[in-house]
């Protein structure tokens, strides 16, 4: 699949990588939202889902395209199905996804 929006080049990943890159931003950035608003306490036990949601809009995240590709690459690890369908990520991957996502509409820092 070719990505678009490159600066000066081409740069092509298989789909399957691309969407497993792309939900692991996903989870990435939950992880941190929930972990900050309940850690701050911004999120309690009594909330209804609107209020967290609203929460959760509101919530900051910061991405790091060598951490998630290091956290993706030590579940592709622990999974020889992944290895052998997603190989290793870079963190240059990362970068190309996350654009890719942005370019789509994702609003992403």
Known sequence: ML???MDNY???LPPEKIAFIAYNIGVYETVQ?????IIK???TPNMDI???AEVLSESYS???SDLISQIVNAMIRQNKESTSLIGNVTSKDVDQVMRQLKISGISLP
């Open 62 to 64: 910061f991405y790091d």
């Open 41 to 43: 306490g911004k999120i």
């Open 50 to 52: 609107s209020m967290i």
């Open 10 to 12: 081409d740069y092509t």
């Open 33 to 37: 939202k929930f972990g900050e608003s």
């Open 3 to 5: 990505l678009l929006g």
